[in-house]
């Protein structure tokens, strides 16, 4: 996989997340449990087979994704706007720690621009 083809999946990625968020937020109110307690991740794996983890994301699957604090070598996203642990530049970890769903929402949004900014 190419690093555009890479980005342009977890845009598509995000892209998805945000939508099914967005929805959620229409139909069960606006407050959800952190995502440390798993029922929103469950919620959405259930619903449309991908979470806002490492495992989901395509630039992650390409550019060895290490843990909390340690830079992913050679990722575009990491490189521009700082690991997606260790910076508030990146909107990853944002959108992750999200207490409501348009919290989620506008994180992720954010996040899907600062991606979109590396394929433009």
Not at 56 to 83: D, M, N, W
Not at 109 to 116: G, N
Request: aromatic share 10%; charged share 30%; hydrophobic share 30%.
């Amino acid at each position: 996989m190419t690093e555009r083809e890479a980005i342009k999946l977890s845009i598509a990625h995000w892209e998805r997340m945000v939508k099914w968020s967005a929805d959620k937020n229409n139909k069960r109110g606006r407050r959800y449990n952190k995502y440390h307690e798993c029922k929103y991740v469950t919620a959405m794996l259930a619903e449309i087979g991908e979470a806002p983890t490492s495992r989901h994301c395509a630039l992650c699957g390409e550019y060895e994704h290490t843990c909390f604090g340690k830079p992913c070598r050679g990722c575009p996203l990491g490189e521009k706007y700082g690991s997606c642990y260790e910076t508030n530049k990146n909107a990853y970890m944002k959108a992750h720690l999200s207490e409501s769903w348009p919290e989620f929402v506008k994180h992720g949004k954010r996040l899907i621009k600062q991606l979109e900014s590396l394929v433009n």
